[in-house]
């Protein structure tokens, strides 16, 4: 076990958690930063969701989904993690249940058998259109390397009782826990995951349609529950086709928007990638952006 510093936080009734925001990377998921909070603190699930969950989440039985950033008091877990809250932004699939975006992230952890041995796993990676890593373009991986059982993305009590471990087999998914001490991804490396999620959540914000009342067979949807087009969630497949074929997604297209559509990305420089450009978390907000208009920093919600 790597050597703890406890630090106290008052406003918790005097208790002290261990707090390891250098072992986070821009880009990293909630459930690579919550497994390593919980990898130096072992409490179990009852505390931690009294600590970081929101009220109905922490009511919820099967735990919380750890692809909505809603599930959690961002102060908290700023406070608690040791993290900015732009950062913990970015760490989550989508910010609420009617995010469009919802229903192209996966209920289960996709993650880059690489990036896990460096002890490092992107939101990125848990959309489903995207097949590849990026960083080191290996195929992701969606079953756990040991016992090849799915391993649910959700914080519950198999969570908290065997951080970043599979909940199955009890078996780690990193070979040397020492790792996470060390820094394993540069700046090249943040970019390239910053470009295919940029290129995803744009593409996300044009053609993910919320509102449809029907599906492919045209059978009415449930409006009582979110959901994304299942027809346009199948146009989504170019990106994982992109990802075989490119390093580096390609510029995004110049649209002509009626004055009404002018909140919708208008995106510019298309023969060039501005190397100052920060990563977006996949929101309406983030999507709506130019490159111009983007921060020089994480983004926030």
């Not at 919980?38 to 505390?47: C, D, E, G, K, T």
């Not at 490396?189 to 959540?201: G, T, Y």
Request: hydrophobic share 40%; glycine share 4%; proline share 8%.
């Amino acid at each position: 076990m790597l050597p703890a510093l406890p630090l106290r936080c008052a406003s918790v009734q005097g208790a002290s958690f261990t707090r390891r925001p250098l072992w986070v990377r821009p880009l990293e998921s909630l459930w690579s930063i919550l497994a390593k909070w919980q990898f130096v603190n072992r409490l179990p699930y009852v505390s931690i969701a009294s600590l970081l969950l929101s009220r109905r989440a922490a009511q919820s039985e099967q735990g919380a989904d750890l692809r909505l950033l809603e599930n959690f008091r961002m102060d908290a877990l700023a406070e608690h993690s040791g993290l900015g809250a732009d950062l913990l932004a970015s760490s989550a699939c989508c910010p609420s249940l009617d995010s469009r975006t919802l229903g192209l992230a996966s209920r289960h952890l996709r993650f880059c058998g690489a990036c896990m041995q460096e002890g490092f796993h992107a939101a990125l990676f848990q959309f489903k259109p995207v097949r590849l890593c990026p960083i080191h373009r290996q195929r992701l991986k969606e079953v756990c390397p040991h016992c090849h059982s799915k391993i649910p993305y959700r914080l519950d009590a198999a969570f908290a009782a065997l951080a970043l471990c599979c909940p199955r087999c009890r078996r780690s998914l990193l070979s040397d826990p020492t790792v996470l001490a060390r820094q394993g991804h540069t700046n090249a490396s943040h970019d390239v995951l910053s470009r295919w999620q940029f290129f995803l959540a744009t593409y996300v914000y044009w053609y993910a349609d919320p509102q449809s009342l029907r599906d492919d067979g045209g059978r009415f949807l449930d409006q009582t529950k979110p959901h994304i087009n299942p027809a346009a969630a199948k146009r989504f497949d170019f990106v994982g086709r992109l990802q075989d074929l490119l390093d580096l997604p390609p510029p995004l297209p110049s649209l002509k928007l009626p004055m009404d559509l002018a909140l919708m990305p208008r995106p510019t420089k298309q023969n060039r990638f501005d190397t100052t450009v920060t990563e977006p978390c996949f929101t309406r907000a983030v999507a709506a952006v130019s490159y111009e208009a983007l921060p020089g920093a994480v983004p926030s919600v």
